[in-house]
């Protein structure tokens, strides 16, 4: 299988930029040792599915909504998400869960519907800076899963994936940096002990967090690191397009 690079381009462009920014995509990015996966805000999303359709960059969504359907204003359905073309949908975001409240009991409901709607989840999961002072990071991610997979099926190991993002290795936080590749190689050991403890299945984990063109391969070789969550680097094409390589 294939490891995943993953473009999450967040609020950062509008959508002509967006359209601009896919379109560069295709003409630069060669899929050929990664699978490529850009996902863009819901205003692109219709549009660069056309733009995709032919070629090896898949589609995924920074977000899909609890419910199926029905009367829930301002939500976008995973079913939905679906008929586009769409195949990944980033859920549990620490930006979402920050800036909008998204509890676990939230998250839990938009990967049951995805799920059922045929999208793979990406679930992001990552310690703060305290936690990760207080030597308390895999007791944090432990309790994030337990809360957001308990009860979960799963019929096979690649209908779910996990994101695992240091908070403060996010780009966008003061400071920030990435995580030493050797030890997210040993988070992402426990990460998928965990999950198979939790819905039985052996899932593949990404490392997210200041990813770019000098470090990526670092992380790429690292055998339980089965592929990469990028926001900044991703807005770049020359640095993108490195990466991909
Ligand atoms: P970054 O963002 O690559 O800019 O650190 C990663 C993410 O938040 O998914």
Known sequence: MKKLIIANWKMQLDYKKSISLAQQYVKNIKVSKYEVV??????SLANISLIFKKTEINLGAQDSAPAEKGAYTGEVSAFSLKSLGVKYVVLGHSERRQHLHENSALIRAKIQTALQAG???ILCIGEKMAERKNKETKKYLAQELRHALKGLKIKNSRQLIIAYEPIWAISSHKNSQAVNPLEANNIHKFIQDKVLKIVGKKVRVLYGGS???KNS????????????????????LKEFKTICL
């Open 38 to 43: 850009a996902c863009p805000d819901f205003v």
């Open 119 to 121: 999208l793979i989840p």
């Open 211 to 213: 990813v770019n063109s």
């Open 217 to 236: 391969s670092d992380f790429l070789t690292q055998d339980k690191v089965a592929g990469l969550l990028i926001g900044r680097a991703a807005l770049n």
